[in-house]
C-alpha cells in the first residue's frame, strides 16, 4: 500500500494519513488499521433521483466521496473486500448529515483515514504506537514473503496463500475419485486421481502464475505441498511428468526447486499448521514470519507442557507477569493477537496498547503481534489471546489476589 501523504501529531495522536491500496493484501491492512470512531474519507458511488419541473423524476448513478464517521467494518478475507459502514460527517450535495452510508474500499482508489479528534484533545483510540506500527507495516515498499501451500487428501485440495499477515483459501477442488477395491476397480480410481491432479495442477497454475512472474522479473514464491500418507510425493511427480510432456521447462524448475512435502492428518485447511512445524518446511522458509511465529509458538507451548512457571497466558496472569518484570530483557515475550487491538472500547484498547509499549520501552521485553488470521494467531485465540514467555519463573499466578 502505497502512503500518498500524512500529517500525524506523533505526541498527542491525532491526524490523517492518506493511502492508495494497490493489492488485495492492503485490505487486510486497512481491516487492522480502522477503528470504530474513525473518520474515513474515500470515493463512493450514490443513486440521486432528481425531480423535474414538470413533476417527472430522473435516477441517475453519479461518484463523489463521503466522509463518514466509523460504526462497523465487515472484511471478506476471500474475496479481499472491505466494507466500512458508519454516518455521514461532513457535508456533501448527495447526503445529508448523519444519514448512514457504507464505502466499499476499492484499489487503486485514495482514501484519508482519521484518527482522534483533530480540534480537540478527545484522540479516542488516536494513532497510539499500535496504530503507527501497523501504518508502517502496511506501508512498506518491501514486498511482503508469499508461500502458496496445497493441503490435500483423495479427492480434497485446498489452495491457499500465505502471506506475512495471513492465511487465505484461494480455491478448494473437489473430485469425486472412484474407490480401489481388490481385484478389480484399480484403473477407474488411477484415471479418478489423474483427474483429480490435473484438475488441481491446473488451479494451482492459475493461482501462481509463473510466466507473469518471469515477465515482472519476480521469483516464485515457495510451494508447500502437503498431505496425509504419500499423496503430496505422488502430485510432486505428476506436476514433474506434466512438466516434461508439455515441454515447460519453467514449471520442471519451480518444481524440483521450489517445492517442499510436508505430512499432515487430513486434508483440511487447520492441517496447515502441522505441516508448518515439520523441520524441511521451517528451513526453507525459515525468514517468514509466519514461520518464526510458529517456531515461537512450538516453544511456547513446550514451557506450558513443562508447566515450571517460565510460560503463562491469560490477561490477569499476563499483566501479573509484567507488573513483577518478569517479561523484559534477557528472553521475555509478549505474545498477543492482533485482535485484541480490534476492540470497539476504546478504554480496552488504551489497556493493551499501555502494555506493549511497557513491556516494549520500559521492561526491554520482545512484543510479538501475531495474526489472527494465521495458525498461530488461532492457537493463541484459545489461550485468551494472550501469553508471555518469562525471563525467570513465577508461580501461582493464577491465583485470586486476596
Known amino acids: 500500500m502505497k502512503l500518498v501523504k500524512s500529517h500525524i501529531d ?4 491525532v491526524g490523517n494519513a492518506t493511502l492508495l491500496p494497490q493489492e488485495p493484501e492492503d485490505m487486510w491492512h486497512l481491516y487492522q488499521l480502522i477503528r470504530t470512531g474513525d473518520v474515513l474519507r474515500a470515493p463512493a458511488v450514490r443513486k440521486v433521483t432528481e425531480k423535474a419541473a414538470t413533476g417527472s423524476t430522473n435516477t441517475k448513478t453519479v461518484r463523489t466521496s463521503f466522509s463518514i464517521r466509523v460504526k462497523g467494518l465487515d472484511f471478506d478475507p476471500g474475496a479481499g473486500q472491505l466494507h466500512v459502514a458508519g454516518v455521514i460527517c461532513a457535508s456533501n450535495p448527495y447526503a445529508s448529515l448523519g444519514s448512514h452510508h457504507t464505502l466499499d474500499l476499492e484499489l487503486q482508489r485514495q482514501l ?8 480537540s484533545n478527545d484522540t479516542g483510540g488516536g494513532w497510539d504506537s499500535v496504530a503507527l506500527d501497523m501504518l508502517r507495516e502496511a506501508t512498506d515498499v518491501r514486498q511482503n514473503v508469499e508461500t502458496f501451500a496445497v493441503v490435500m487428501a483423495e479427492g480434497l485440495a485446498n489452495i491457499c496463500i500465505i502471506t506475512e499477515f495471513q492465511t487465505v483459501v484461494r480455491a478448494k477442488v473437489e473430485s469425486n475419485v472412484p474407490r480401489k477395491r481388490q481385484g478389480h476397480g484399480a484403473d477407474a480410481h488411477d484415471r479418478g486421481m489423474d483427474r483429480f491432479y490435473e484438475t488441481v495442477l491446473q488451479t494451482l497454475l492459475r493461482q501462481i502464475d509463473l510466466p507473469a512472474l518471469q515477465a515482472e522479473g519476480k521469483n516464485a514464491p515457495p510451494l508447500l505441498l502437503a498431505s496425509p500418507g504419500f499423496l503430496a510425493q505422488a502430485f510432486l511427480k505428476y506436476m514433474l511428468a506434466s512438466a516434461v510432456r508439455s515441454g515447460d521447462k519453467m514449471l520442471n524448475t519451480y518444481a524440483k526447486d521450489s517445492t517442499v512435502i510436508a505430512h499432515t492428518s487430513s486434508g483440511h485447511v487447520h492441517s496447515l499448521n502441522e505441516a508448518l512445524k515439520a523441520p524441511a518446511v521451517l528451513s526453507k522458509l525459515s ?36 507488573d513483577k518484570g518478569a517479561v523484559g530483557r534477557g528472553g521475555g515475550v509478549l505474545l498477543i493477537s492482533n485482535k485484541l487491538f480490534r476492540s470497539q472500547d476504546v478504554a480496552t484498547r488504551k489497556k493493551w496498547v499501555a502494555l506493549v509499549e511497557r513491556v516494549k520501552h520500559v521492561e526491554g521485553g520482545e512484543v510479538r503481534v501475531m495474526s489472527s488470521s494465521h ?6 485465540e484459545s489461550l485468551g489471546d494472550i501469553g508471555a514467555i518469562l525471563t525467570f519463573a513465577l508461580q501461582d499466578l493464577d491465583e485470586d489476589e486476596s
Not at 516453544?299 to 497466558?313: H, K, M, T
Open 112 to 119: 484519508t483515514l482519521q484518527k482522534g479528534d483533530i480540534e
Open 10 to 13: 506523533r505526541r498527542r495522536g
Open 375 to 380: 495458525e498461530s494467531g488461532k492457537r493463541l
Open 287 to 322: 525468514e517468514t514470519k509466519f514461520a518464526k511465529d510458529s517456531r515461537l509458538m512450538e516453544r511456547f507451548f513446550e514451557l506450558i507442557r513443562q508447566d515450571d512457571g517460565r510460560a503463562w497466558y491469560g490477561p490477569n496472569e499476563v499483566r501479573k507477569a509484567v
